[in-house]
């Protein structure tokens, strides 16, 4: 069974940096073929693709973001860490982390997603 | 890169069929077999229900089909039922920056 859960802190002050962990179970990272990625969704707005890393740590990162983003992993801890650095209002979302498996580019597994609100 | 384009809102009555559109470029939705639907109740996270363009993860009722024809996509629900009632989302793998691009999202209403 997977599960996966994000953690971190609710609320970031603007251009401090966001530090989120996505911990799982139930697969490893260190199988090929599979990947955690990261997505998050502004309040009554859509998705949107943040960053993935794979087994083999192939980084793939959404290009608007790709300046503030890092992804990585602790395979023997089983999980993911996504930083955000000058953190806005505007990123103010619900973040979420999803198994992905690299065959696909799908996101089949999801977290229940934490709330980051940025304001001062 | 900028996001696929879906429909803000379709609707339809229990028992009908309602198709969500997602149209991408050659870059993306069309060059690619790589298209995901995502159902997403207020409050929940995003639930995928199509995968490859056309395949269903399983547990996924076979009442949920995707088809592509160029760079559109296309989510079709048969039998509408009121639980059916949520947001949708479709994402797409995109060569421009070898990542993935999401939908702007679809409201499915149940009449």
């Known amino acids: 069974q997977i599960t996966l859960r994000e953690s971190g802190p609710t609320l970031v002050k603007p251009t401090q940096t966001l530090t989120l962990t996505c911990t799982f179970s139930?697969?490893?990272?260190?199988?090929?073929?599979?990947?955690v990625g990261w997505i998050r969704q502004p309040p009554g707005k859509a998705l949107e693709w943040l960053a993935l890393?794979?087994?083999?740590?192939?980084?793939r990162y959404s290009p608007s973001l790709k300046s503030r983003l890092t992804i990585t992993k602790d395979t023997s801890k089983n999980q993911v860490v996504l930083t955000m650095t000058n953190m806005d209002p505007v990123d103010t979302a619900t973040y979420y982390c999803?198994?992905?498996?690299?065959?696909?580019?799908?996101?089949?597994?999801w977290g229940q997603g934490t709330l980051v609100t940025v304001s001062s | 890169q900028s996001a696929l384009t879906q429909p803000a809102s379709v609707s339809g009555s229990p028992g009908q069929s309602i198709t969500i559109s997602c149209t991408g470029t050659?870059?993306?939705?069309?060059?690619?077999?790589?298209v995901s639907w995502y159902q997403q109740h207020p409050g929940k996270a995003p639930k995928l229900m199509i995968y490859?363009?056309?395949s269903r993860p399983s547990g996924v009722s076979n009442r949920f089909s995707g088809s592509k024809s160029g760079n559109t996509a296309s989510l079709t629900i048969s039998g509408l039922q009121a639980e059916d009632e949520a947001d949708y989302y479709c994402s797409s793998y995109t060569s421009s920056s070898t990542s993935v691009v999401f939908g702007g999202g679809t409201k499915l209403t149940v009449l």
């Open positions: 050659s870059s993306d939705v069309g060059g690619y077999n790589y």
């Open positions: 999803a198994h992905s498996p690299r065959i696909n580019w799908g996101l089949d597994y």
């Open positions: 139930g697969f490893s990272l260190s199988t090929s073929g599979v990947g």
């Open positions: 890393i794979y087994w083999d740590n192939d980084r």
């Open positions: 490859d363009v056309s």
